[in-house]
């Protein structure tokens, strides 16, 4: 009986200590980022729950197991074998049951959270969101506007309404938690309350192809007034900026093409437009173009028609369809860009 | 040993000359960047290998073998070079053409074996069958479309039907070229054949052709399995270093290679990565299954042995298919080749869709040939509840091998067929949805794992009682969850789904589900725990690779419930918290035992031992090294590190942690290369070992090693319980006497002369 009482000490300090180490790391900001939204404290409330469970049950095993190594060994010179029991019907019935048992707790508390996360405030605010290789775009049709950014009010529940223009792409934003596929040929949901202030990042979750690494965009979390503020200023600004210039620059937003073309000069998935106009490009086939209206029209209609050497060919841009007036309202962007 | 040291000597003279010829030849042609890096890497490793061998064996066979692995290489070169030149349209020569690239690999490839075997070998006459096959098909299509006018050339000098036709005709050359199938030609024309034909081979040689002996298969197995886990954990060692620190080191985007750049290389890698271990696991699993089932029967050899040579040797050209695929183009998919990103990928996804697709016909039969052998071929008295335990968890993994795998490759071959011929089942804009490939996906590929996984449980399991000499706590128990595991595994598969926009309420009963599996695992983990409680342990190195399994499992099993309860999963999915986790449950319940068994086997295979404190330098090597890696992975992962990119952002700190995690798998290889340097070495040089090396009561220690080649001379009855350590005068197997046994084999050879 000795055995037990020891290793069932042991159990117990050290399930005590795993545990206690794990919530250090997790108050520590090591095992979780910040909570910034509502769907995020349950979620982290679930996880508590497991990593009591896994240090518990960790606990149980290894504990008389590394015992057993130690005192079970087998001495010097000992040349007999192990005592003879094959087995105790009571004691599988209840390590089957009680696993039974716990495993139903967890399955009930896991949907328990799952409803949490889901609960639906008739009010949010509805966002449209468009995925495409490699970009985000942001749409608010209650105001018309076009964005990048991801601009959310504070402790205002919000619904993405999320589509995708190719592949399968997954709208995660860590400090949110939650995370949810766009799946091309249907409209998915995404329901988020934040409620911390703050500037965070969506990340495509699901590998959609050679700069999956980099499709991010910012995200920001403002209080309600500020948040207004955003909306005034974006409509102001789509408002007065009618030149062809501003209008291509909506353009570009609209249609995702700054998620690989940089207007800064970095190099992402396609040849950045920083002071590309009226310079001279090389070609994957060893010939020198000159970028001006025509070449920049034939590789927004026909993206394969002349590849820059250096980039992927087939290239993983598609095709778009623009009017003359849209192509040259984007040129006209691009010649600023300098 | 003083050969050995010879052959270091010349290996580290080869490689050094081989980086010197390589930086020659680049400079000479002032190719690319890539080829810079490339070209010297590639030629120190091929001659630094010829020349160790030329030094420690001499002018042997292996060094013949790269001899003309180089000679092959560069007969491949050149006619790739040309190849390509035709198709740019006599452009200029580009040295760094994918299908040169291809030529190398296929020529040498094949080549090596050439000078090995020779040209009578089974395995070159296979490979050089596939590449004629590959070229007949691939021809065959650009003729068609020749006379139709179509396009005739592609971006790899084939078109991609072209591939498509030239790879599938190429396995069946493989497969009709090196003469595993050719006895059911021979009973269809009416010819009688052998019962074994290997007779015709000694030594080594019988390892490069087809035998029907399950010793021989299970060791040509392993040996293809041990080749794959290099290969893929090369690839591993490639992407991790590359993620040591957050930017582009050198994945770069301007790099070129096999047609891809730098992050495209880098998705290829990771994607083969995932696929060549699963290949590379389903081969361990059949290696160790073929060695040991039959023994621990007491049958003479698996119920179908042609159909078993068969499933073996299939599986060759489809890791050759699958290794074409890097060249090809590569692929962005991630092993689990979703579409819509599937169907726009390069031509090298059909290439590794179809070596899926073949690997998938090994696995299917070798399968059918288990659960038919257990049913049919035990021993006298050996009732199902006085089987080895392993053979329980041998047939709990065919029953799932055999009825599951066909949805993978149905899976695959719908993209294929979607690509080919433009069937949108999973286009959205033709009435697709993409969503049901991932059901359909899923369907085999979560059970999969219990494949992976369940011979490993079996292994510490009956590798427990030996080394604790102390019976297998609670028999029945261990036997019923690996079954109830197989059972519960085919119903969890949306649990892969959470957060892919399947329906949202479907996604409870899936966690129920899912989360029920802890219940036999978890008996598992008790009964060993009950095991070894009370015994007499001692440690020798296949023991302590059986007690790390266990932890290492015990860590990937409690770090699966998070993942089943959906609303932490939504924040789990696709991040390095899974990776860790996966890696988890496979080292446990594959790597660790996988290790065990062939340090336990290897006596009864070689008749030697391997090297004890080079196999326990291996454990304490990778042990730790290996929960730094799974850790680390998991802690990161939480904190916001996708799974799959080859590049994260600075901002979140991961850089640190990221190079322990590269150092962490670095360490992991140097102890998986101890283990090669010891697994080869030990054939040869290792200490004898003919007897009851571990003191076993199964009956394959109860007679001399290396086994005997029809295996037990008198046939043995089963008298008791197998593991009834402890308990005095009991015996689990006896063996029939002389004249018992003439009755018995006149009954056998009736049988055997009924079964193909």
């Given at each position: ?276 106009f009226g310079e001279e490009v090389k070609l994957a086939d060893g010939t020198v173009v000159e970028v001006d209206d025509a070449y920049v029209a034939e590789s927004i209609l026909d993206p394969n028609a002349k590849i820059v050497e250096g980039y992927p060919a087939p290239s993983l841009m598609p095709a778009y369809t623009f009017t003359e007036t849209e192509i040259a309202n984007i040129i006209a962007y691009i010649k600023t860009l300098k | 040993m003083k050969p050995t040291l010879r052959g270091f000597l010349f290996l580290v003279v080869g490689a050094l000359l081989g980086y010197a010829l390589g930086v020659g030849i680049v400079s000479l042609i002032a190719g690319s960047l890539t080829l810079v890096a ?343 008295g050996m009732t199902a509840m006085r089987m080895p335990i392993f053979v329980w968890a041998a047939v709990a993994t065919s029953i799932i091998a055999m009825t599951a795998t066909q949805l993978i490759g149905l899976s695959f071959q719908l993209v294929m067929f979607q690509r080919l011929f433009g069937m949108g089942f999973f286009d959205p804009a033709k009435g697709g949805n993409p969503v049901l490939f991932q059901h359909l996906f899923w369907f085999y590929s979560h059970p999969a794992v219990y494949v ?305």
């Amino acid at each position: 009986m000795g055995h037990f009482v020891i290793v069932g000490i042991l159990v117990i300090v050290f399930a005590v200590l795993t545990y206690f180490g794990l919530d250090v790391a997790g108050v520590a900001r090591q095992m979780h980022p910040v909570e910034a939204s509502l769907q995020s404290v349950s979620i982290d409330w679930m996880w508590n729950w497991e990593i009591i469970a896994i240090s518990f049950l960790f606990a149980l095993i290894v504990v008389p197991m590394a015992y057993s190594m130690i005192v079970f060994r087998r001495k010097k010179g000992d040349t007999g074998e192990g005592e003879h029991f094959e087995g105790n019907t009571t004691l599988e019935i209840v390590w089957t049951v009680v696993p039974l048992f716990i495993v139903l707790v967890f399955a009930y508390m896991g949907s328990y959270s799952l409803s949490e996360i889901r609960r639906v405030d008739p009010n949010a605010v509805v966002i449209k969101v468009k995925a495409q290789q490699f970009a985000w775009t942001f749409e608010y049709p209650e105001y018309g506007i076009f964005s990048n950014e991801l601009h959310l009010p504070v402790d205002q529940q919000v619904v993405l309404k999320m589509e995708s223009a190719d592949v399968i792409h997954s709208f995660w934003v860590p400090e949110f938690r939650v995370k949810q596929d766009v799946v091309p040929g249907r409209v998915t949901e995404y329901r988020i309350t934040p409620i911390l202030v703050g500037d965070y990042k969506v990340r495509c979750a699901e590998l959609c192809g050679t700069s999956h690494a980099y499709m991010q965009n910012a995200v920001i979390v403002d209080e309600q007034n500020v948040y207004d503020a955003w909306i005034a200023e974006q409509q102001a600004i789509a408002l007065a900026n009618q030149t062809p210039a501003g209008i291509g620059q909506r353009l570009t937003v609209k249609n995702g093409c700054t998620g690989c073309h940089s207007i800064d000069g970095s190099p992402l998935t396609g040849p950045t437009w920083f002071g590309i106009f009226g310079e001279e490009v090389k070609l994957a086939d060893g010939t020198v173009v000159e970028v001006d209206d025509a070449y920049v029209a034939e590789s927004i209609l026909d993206p394969n028609a002349k590849i820059v050497e250096g980039y992927p060919a087939p290239s993983l841009m598609p095709a778009y369809t623009f009017t003359e007036t849209e192509i040259a309202n984007i040129i006209a962007y691009i010649k600023t860009l300098k | 040993m003083k050969p050995t040291l010879r052959g270091f000597l010349f290996l580290v003279v080869g490689a050094l000359l081989g980086y010197a010829l390589g930086v020659g030849i680049v400079s000479l042609i002032a190719g690319s960047l890539t080829l810079v890096a490339l070209v010297p890497i590639l030629l120190a490793t091929s001659i630094g290998l010829m020349a160790f061998f030329w030094g420690a064996t001499g002018n042997s066979a292996i060094t013949k073998g790269f001899i003309w692995l180089n000679l092959g290489g560069v007969i491949g070169f050149v006619v790739g070079l040309l190849l390509d030149f035709i198709i740019t349209g006599f452009r200029g020569l580009n040295w760094n053409a994918p299908v040169a690239s291809l030529f190398v690999l296929l020529f040498g490839f094949t080549a090596f074996f050439w000078g090995l075997a020779g040209y009578r070998a089974a395995i070159t006459r296979g490979l050089v069958s596939q590449i004629l096959g590959t070229l007949i098909g691939a021809i065959f299509v650009t003729l068609i479309r020749v006379l139709m006018g179509l396009e005739w050339k592609g971006a790899f000098f084939f078109t991609e039907p072209a591939w498509v036709l030239g790879a599938f005709v190429g396995v069946l050359f493989f497969i009709a070229g090196n003469g595993s199938a050719s006895d059911w030609f021979k009973w269809a024309r009416g010819i009688d054949t052998p019962e074994h034909h290997e007779e015709h081979y000694s030594g080594w040689e019988k390892y490069f052709n087809v035998s029907l002996d399950h010793k021989v298969i299970g060791i040509q197995y392993t040996i293809t399995a041990l080749l794959l886990i290099s290969i893929g954990g090369l690839f591993a060692l490639i992407f991790r270093t590359e993620l040591a620190a957050s930017q582009l080191q050198f994945l770069t985007v301007d790099m070129k290679l096999f047609g891809q750049n730098g992050p495209q290389l880098y998705n290829t890698f990771m994607s083969l990565h995932g696929m060549i271990m699963i290949v590379s696991i389903l081969l361990g699993v059949a290696g160790i299954i073929n060695y040991a089932v039959p023994l621990l029967l007491g049958a003479q050899d698996m119920a179908f042995p042609r159909l078993n040579a068969f499933s073996f040797w299939i599986a060759v050209p489809a890791a050759v298919l699958l290794l074409m695929s890097l060249i090809l183009g590569g692929f962005d998919t991630g092993w689990t080749g979703y579409p819509p990103l599937s169907a726009k990928a390069p031509v090298g996804i059909q290439m590794f869709f179809l070596g899926v697709f073949t690997a998938g016909w090994s696995s299917i039969l070798g399968a059918l040939n288990v659960v038919a052998t257990v049913i049919r071929m035990r021993a006298k008295g050996m009732t199902a509840m006085r089987m080895p335990i392993f053979v329980w968890a041998a047939v709990a993994t065919s029953i799932i091998a055999m009825t599951a795998t066909q949805l993978i490759g149905l899976s695959f071959q719908l993209v294929m067929f979607q690509r080919l011929f433009g069937m949108g089942f999973f286009d959205p804009a033709k009435g697709g949805n993409p969503v049901l490939f991932q059901h359909l996906f899923w369907f085999y590929s979560h059970p999969a794992v219990y494949v992976f996984v369940l011979p490993g449980l079996g292994v510490i399991s009956e590798l427990l009682p030996v080394f604790a000499r102390k019976p297998l706590f609670g028999y029945r128990w261990i036997a019923m969850s690996s079954m109830g595991i197989a059972l519960v595994g085919f119903v969890v598969w949306a649990h892969h789904m959470f957060t892919s926009g399947m329906n949202e309420y479907l996604r409870v009963p899936f966690m129920y589900s899912t989360l029920l599996v802890a219940i036999p695992t978890g008996v598992k983990f008790f009964s060993w725990v009950a095991t070894i409680w009370k015994g007499k342990l001692t440690y020798p190195t296949p023991m302590l690779f059986v007690l790390g399994a266990i932890v290492v499992f015990l860590l990937g099993g409690l770090t699966g419930p998070p993942n089943a309860a959906i609303s932490v999963d939504l924040h789990l999915h696709d991040t390095y918290f899974i990776v860790g986790h996966f890696h988890d449950t496979i080292f446990g319940g594959f790597v660790f035992p996988f290790f065990a068994a062939l340090y336990y086997w290897f006596p009864k295979a070689t008749g030697r031992r391997m090297n004890e404190t080079l196999g326990k330098i291996h454990f304490w090597l990778m042990t730790p090294s290996f929960f730094v890696l799974t850790l680390g992975m998991m802690q990161i992962g939480l904190l916001g590190m996708r799974r799959r990119i080859v590049d994260y952002d600075v901002e979140l700190g991961f850089d640190s942690t990221h190079l322990v995690l590269t150092i962490a798998g670095y360490l992991i290889g140097l102890s998986v290369l101890i283990f090669f340097y010891n697994f080869f070495n030990s054939i040869k040089n290792g200490e004898k070992a003919e007897g009851n090396l571990w003191n076993s009561r199964s009956p394959e220690w109860q007679v001399p090693s290396p086994m005997p080649t029809h295996n037990y001379e008198q046939p043995f009855e089963v008298v008791g319980e197998p593991y009834d350590y402890g308990l005095a005068g009991s015996k689990y197997v006896e063996f029939i006497a002389p004249q018992q046994k003439a009755n018995i084999n006149k009954g056998e050879e009736s049988y055997v002369t009924h079964t193909g």
